[in-house]
């Protein structure tokens, strides 16, 4: 095999030689693949690999071209399920031979906004985001008409033709209280932070349906962050008349809980039963396995993603493309801490 002169830059034309096609060819399976054959975008692959071309992103930008980046806002990497849903995009669009640009908002919608405009002026060729505002911007309008396809991921934003994959946060969090109610439990309290967010909304709302519709008094513990989930609940444990099991509403509340009880020396389920929305790290090797409402967030991020370049590759005005909403399943894990007496490794019942 020659050697290839990693001095000299490789351009269009020398993949095109080495591929034995048109120049015009080679920017179509850069671009995409579209209109090109799979035999013909295998070899100019292989040829892009030998010689180690890398597309001009300066020069794209500079014709008005999309960049191959498409752009990924979360609140955080440091909660899990936010970087577990970062990866999975990555991973798609690097099957798509796309770059990801990865910003994080931390939960600030001001942020949010300025990332987004640091985006554009980059030429990203779509936008994915876990969006901090239910009501769309007038920036973030601008970006859609101008023509960036829009995917939200866990929740919406209100007067955007954005599409949208969202998880059955109502329908999980009734089969988690039902589960509680049906190992006796008559006084259940629901706990969690973020309330002004669609997916904790929900969640209430599927305690609140499954408590009233057995007849039995809710209690919601709203706390205005993470921090303030000690002192509440260990205030509320050791009144007068605590409640016998509790319901968290994400995994940052679920893991909150647990080192809260530790202190306490309060034993699940013997002293309080638990169930938690979003499994979390180590949840079954726990001395007492949790039992949760499972929702996957690398298929967030994978279904996600496939919509984005889905409408990457129709090329129509986001606009006026019809709205896609996806809604994906939940499930709810049966473990301990609920009062089962052994893990249950197969998904619980959707009602009992």
């Not at 554009?120 to 101008?146: C, D, F, T």
């Not at 809980?257 to 929305?277: C, E, N, S, W, Y």
């Not at 709205?323 to 619980?348: D, Q, Y």
């Amino acid at each position: 095999m020659p050697k290839v002169n990693v001095s000299k830059r490789v351009t269009i034309s020398d993949v095109a030689r080495e591929a034995g096609v048109a120049q015009m060819t080679v920017s179509r399976v850069v671009n995409g693949g579209n209109y090109v054959s799979a035999g013909v975008q295998k070899r100019v692959r292989e040829a892009i690999e030998k010689l180690g071309y890398q597309p001009n992103e300066a020069a794209r930008i500079l014709k008005g071209q999309k960049a191959r980046i498409i752009g990924l806002i979360v609140p955080t990497l440091a909660d899990a399920f936010f970087s577990a849903c970062a990866n999975s995009v990555q991973d798609v669009a690097a099957r798509h031979d796309y770059m990801t640009l990865i910003q994080t908002s931390s939960s600030r919608a001001e942020v949010e906004t300025s990332e987004i405009d640091m985006m554009v002026s980059r030429n990203v060729a779509g936008l994915i985001l876990i969006p901090m505002e239910q009501k769309a911007s007038p920036r973030l309008a601008e970006v859609q008409a101008s023509g960036v396809p829009i995917v939200t991921l866990d929740r919406v934003i209100k007067g955007l033709n954005a599409n949208e994959v969202l998880v059955e946060n109502v329908q999980g969090a009734e089969d988690a209280v039902r589960h509680l109610i049906w190992h006796g439990h008559k006084k259940i309290a629901c706990l969690g932070y973020d309330t002004e967010l669609l997916p904790i909304q929900e969640r209430i709302e599927g305690y609140t349906h499954a408590m009233k519709e057995a007849g039995l008094q809710t209690y919601v513990w709203k706390v205005e962050s993470s921090k303030a989930i000690a002192p509440l609940l260990q205030r509320k444990l050791q009144g007068p008349q605590p409640p016998t099991a509790l319901f968290t509403l994400n995994n940052v509340t679920t893991i909150q809980t647990l080192h809260t009880l530790q202190a306490l020396g309060i034993r699940l389920p013997k002293d309080l039963a638990m169930v938690g929305f979003d499994d979390i790290d180590l949840a079954s090797l726990l001395t007492v396995p949790i039992t949760v409402v499972r929702q996957s967030a690398h298929e967030l991020g994978r279904t996600g993603a496939k919509l984005l370049f889905d409408m990457i590759r129709a090329s129509a005005s986001p606009k006026d493309a019809p709205k896609t909403r996806l809604v994906l399943p939940t499930e709810l894990v049966l473990r301990n801490s609920c009062g089962c007496k052994t893990p249950i490794t197969e998904l619980a019942p959707k009602s009992h």
